[in-house]
């Protein structure tokens, strides 16, 4: 099986409503913006709108209309330190989230400032998909994690979701030379997103 490369870019290009990385989420009115056990809200990493992806993903291991959205709680690998961690290995529910939706005819952006009117998100990045091996690093849909040594037990029985590396554009960094990955169950109806698990490998 192989992986969906993301490769992130900026753009001037308007993105509400499509497959982005960083900026504001675009939910449907139903949906809120994920907040943690201390009701904070969860950075927005990206949104991704399926039909970009149907023709990478020719064994259907996901839906190929609607959206996906992710979150976690990533401010502290974004060099803010004052921000709560939670550390190597298995995440506890609560620090991370994925939405899904197939019903994206209704969206609105979910937009949020601090106190002197900047936004509190990174600039929203352009994303383009292309096909990569199933183990490698970088930013990726699908495949396996990219650090397996030591965490074939935790992997079993799971494949990749998504998976987040370093970059040092924007100062993101997982200790040791780290990757995120959201996993899900490999056997699972391809909408359901209620068991996702998060880990964080570092060498």
Partial sequence: ??????????????????????????????????CN????????ICQIRLEDIAHLDPEGCLPHKGMLWFFAELD???????????GSGGWEQGTFKVLYSEDCSELCTHEYYWEDGEPAVLPAEEVLF???SETDFGFKLLGMPAMTEGYEDEN???MSLLQLDEEERWNL????????????????NQDDFSDVSLYLHSS
């Fill in 173 to 188: 960094r997982f200790f040791d030379c780290g990757t995120i990955n959201f996993m899900v169950p490999t056997e699972r």
């Fill in 156 to 158: 079993e029985g799971l």
């Fill in 37 to 44: 056990q201390d009701d904070e809200l969860l950075t927005f």
């Fill in 130 to 132: 292309e096909m990569t």
């Fill in 1 to 34: 099986t192989m992986a969906i490369k993301i490769n992130i870019q900026q753009t001037e290009t308007d993105l509400a409503g499509k497959s982005h990385w960083w900026g504001f989420p675009d939910l449907p009115e139903s949906f809120e913006w994920p």
């Fill in 76 to 86: 502290y690998f974004l060099g803010d330190t004052d921000a709560p961690c939670s």
